[in-house]
């Protein structure tokens, strides 16, 4: 059994590799890589697995899941400069998918101190048209 | 190979379970736990897989799935309350995760009797933030 | 110059003529005429008119507009009966066309006294759908 | 007769009055005052009007108000930073309302120059929950 | 009061005018007068007006409104290909225009035969991105 | 880590086995039997599987998947008639599980001669209510 909770953040970010020459960084990362930043309405969906719990039928809160995720993503990620305010993109680009390790870095020791659910998977859509989804391991 | 087919209905629900105190519901439960009902228009995905049949180019006759779930499924639950009118919610609360296992329980010996496709994973949205999915085994 | 504001709320309702026999009442209303009650995920949106503040750049605070919404129309429709427990449709039929005069109703005084905007249309989608649009005048 | 075309953007921007100390802007912009930016998928709606030509059946042709949304707007506002690189936000707070007026005023004199259709209304979603709509005359 | 029922097809077109050359065709056409045909997941919204009847809450009944777009233009124009299937097309480009018109001038005798209401809009998406509307008068 | 883009494409198909009478392809395939053909919007989503490089925080360029899914599917299937104008139609008729499955053989062997990426998953919506998801191995 899997449960999902979606939840949307406005962001702006910029793809820079500080190693290369500006030339290099706009052939790589086109208009991405204009450093004035751009931003999007990212909507995250993230995903817990678990059995349900015959007194309640949840499998957890959902109402727990959503403050969960505004406290540990949203109060840091929303209407923020990915770059330049929030800490694990300092040194790291802040591509779609660098922001679903990070966001599953952030929520899974939260869920597993709180909660006998697993965190699953995280996707995130940077644009209706991209998401990517980490569940975990390697990335 | 896995096709999905999506549905649509519209049912009364709320969260209480009765061997606890009106203020324990409310307390776990919120403004779920209101007796008059709420509602939602629910969305079901229903995914099944198997091979390609060579003649058709069909995995299961999707008119068939569609009329499938609409005896199985709509018929039963559209414009309902959930706790009054579907017996298997009498006793069990229709919380998204409950309402995901009681379609597969519905859906399984339904598409057994009459395909060789397999009910791989019911998916129900009870808003667009929020969606369980049941692939069948211990819930 | 226009702008408009989203909000959604969950609820329940019937459509049922106290004046007519239960016959009737099937008759005319379907399924909808079940007693028990069955329910939607509601979209609202609420437009408001004027003019654009050189200062701000806004028509309205858009935050302000969110929480009026919120006080007006979330916090008595959200997760309620709206036959049972909204006090304007005690005697009229909660359809499509009576919310969106209903949540007119209840917006206009708070917007006219609160603001140089002008409350303009009440848009309410009862599904994807079906919605209906009310701005003002004769019903 | 109206024909629409929809369009999409990602930008950044901020709400900021340099009239005010940081405090004020604070007080009435909220966590969109944060200089370092923010931003959004903005969602753009180009709606013309006029009349049928009977040889074509084409209001306008949609790749000509394709191309044209594109050099007037898509190149100047897209993966941009709209208070730092957009000139007619030099000045002006690019809030909703205000960046419906600019891409109005982009927009009407490059339709006029090359067709008989007229520009009706410009409408922007900065998210799915607010979009404004500017038709011309005053602000 | 309006309210707004929606619907959808599909259906296949393509774009050609018999009087030009092939050459002139591919030129002011470019791919949709490719002659084997393309097609569209039509969204028709058909938008009545009138008032309320206070022993309904109906401005319509949805359910008839719903059976009338079948009866006049699903059964027509759905799984069909418009230039050689619908007779309105035979001599008519079905542009997105053109389409809206169609659908008007059969839903306005079919509403004005059966109720008060009067049909005001007439919108058709070709898809998300491209919408006409039109709401009677000269097209 | 997955990571997917987003496509959309319009085409015309019907259903038709050669070997059946027409009242038999009448009676399997209904509608969709109609010889001068019907269409959709199909939405594909291409999602490819691998590691992230730390120099770029990419898993691929998604401006080359952009491109790629352009070259080796939507120059191929966009405004055209499946059955008549794509080669792998020509003797298999073009359901949705089976788009999804020449799809998948078209982008394997591209992603593969220059990337390290793995396709993972194709999946192609028909109408918002049906999708076919494949991912290889036996149809």
């Given at each position: 059994?899997?449960?999902?909770?979606?939840?949307?953040?406005?962001?702006?970010?910029?793809?820079?590799?500080?190693?290369?020459?500006?030339?290099?960084?706009?052939?790589?990362?086109?208009?991405?890589?204009?450093?004035?930043?751009?931003?999007?309405?990212?909507?995250?969906?993230?995903?817990?697995?678990?059995?349900?719990?015959?007194?309640?039928?949840?499998?957890?809160?959902?109402?727990?899941?959503?403050?969960?995720?505004?406290?540990?993503?949203?109060?840091?990620?929303?209407?923020?400069?990915?770059?330049?305010?929030?800490?694990?993109?300092?040194?790291?680009?802040?591509?779609?998918?660098?922001?679903?390790?990070?966001i599953?870095?952030?929520?899974?020791?939260?869920?597993?101190?709180?909660?006998?659910?697993?965190?699953?998977?995280?996707r995130?859509?940077?644009?209706p048209?991209?998401?990517?989804?980490?569940?975990?391991?390697?990335?």
């Amino acid at each position: 059994m899997l449960i999902t909770r979606r939840a949307t953040f406005s962001a702006s970010h910029y793809y820079w590799n500080p190693d290369w020459s500006p030339e290099q960084n706009l052939a790589v990362f086109g208009k991405c890589a204009n450093r004035a930043g751009h931003g999007h309405n990212y909507t995250l969906e993230v995903t817990v697995s678990g059995s349900v719990d015959p007194v309640t039928g949840f499998l957890v809160d959902l109402k727990w899941l959503k403050d969960l995720i505004e406290h540990e993503v949203l109060d840091v990620y929303d209407h923020r400069h990915l770059n330049l305010e929030v800490p694990e993109f300092a040194h790291t680009i802040p591509t779609t998918e660098n922001i679903s390790i990070a966001i599953w870095n952030r929520l899974v020791p939260a869920i597993a101190s709180a909660s006998t659910a697993r965190l699953t998977t995280v996707r995130i859509y940077e644009t209706p048209e991209i998401f990517a989804e980490f569940s975990g391991g390697q990335a």
